[in-house]
């Protein structure tokens, strides 16, 4: 059973920074696609950015600069560097893995199979 899990979030002041993490068991991480969403409430889930099994990634216009993100086959484990944070930047944080086909990093939630609960960020002004 595949299973993911974050942790990481907090409320942090506006310029500051988190460290989000995304464990996963039963899974087979280096084939796989895995990427960061954020829901703010009231809102659509949104793409914040993704990495391929070979370390590609992709990254939302809106983090470009500000977030990087890493994976460590090894330790199962991905990461979202956070920096420079904003009040927009406020939201439930979730990763998520699919099948890693092409090498396509999707923006789409409906593309991946697995999620993780959701860890919350709150950034305030």
């Known amino acids: 059973q595949v299973q993911l899990v974050e942790s990481g979030g907090g409320s942090v002041q506006t310029g500051g920074s988190l460290r989000l993490s995304c464990v996963t068991s039963?899974?087979?991480?280096?084939?796989?696609?895995m990427a960061w969403f954020r829901q703010a409430p009231g809102k659509e889930r949104v793409f914040v950015g993704g990495?391929?099994?070979?370390?590609?990634?992709r990254y939302a216009d809106s983090v470009k600069g500000r977030f990087i993100i890493s994976r460590d086959n090894a330790e199962k484990t991905m990461y979202l560097q956070m920096n420079s944070l904003e009040p927009e930047d406020t939201a439930v944080h979730y990763c998520?893995?699919?099948?890693?086909?092409?090498?396509?990093?999707?923006?789409?939630?409906?593309?991946?199979?697995?999620w993780g609960q959701g860890t919350r960020v709150t950034v305030s002004s």
């Open positions: 998520a893995a699919r099948a890693d086909t092409l090498g396509i990093i999707s923006d789409t939630p409906a593309d991946y199979t697995y």
């Open positions: 039963g899974h087979t991480l280096s084939s796989s696609v």
């Open positions: 990495v391929t099994g070979t370390g590609r990634i």
